[in-house]
């Protein structure tokens, strides 16, 4: 491995050598630098010519993914389950508090109410 200082931009140049897979070990002083520990992935950004080699960022997951990924109590859909959540505690409460009670499914309804 090669370190050589560029200058003021606090720009170092790290060599490695790919071997005849394509593979290349990151250097130490980079995977400190990044933070990198197994099983981290990376991203290879191409900008003319050049790579950019940077930690993964985590992806934000989509609502609909994150809604697919919440398990409903026993009885209840998904869709009234993300409803119900909708609402404060007391809220709930008020909704599900006895026999007769209109089910609510927004709150503007509840609002509404006469």
């Not at 606090?10 to 071997?19: L, N, P, R, V």
């Not at 007769?100 to 709150?107: A, D």
């Amino acid at each position: 491995m090669t370190v050589k200082e560029a200058g003021p931009t606090d720009e170092q140049t790290i060599s490695a050598t790919m071997t005849s897979k394509g593979q290349v070990t990151v250097p130490k002083a980079v995977r400190d630098q990044l933070g990198l520990e197994a099983g981290k992935k990376l991203d290879f950004i191409l900008r003319g010519g050049e790579v950019l080699l940077r930690p993964q960022r985590p992806r934000r997951r989509s609502f609909f993914e994150a809604i697919g990924s919440l398990t409903p109590p026993d009885g209840m859909t998904a869709e009234e389950y993300v409803a119900d959540l909708r609402y404060d505690p007391g809220d709930r409460e008020i909704l599900h508090s006895g026999p007769g009670v209109r089910k609510v499914t927004y709150i503007e309804d509840l609002l509404n109410a006469e």
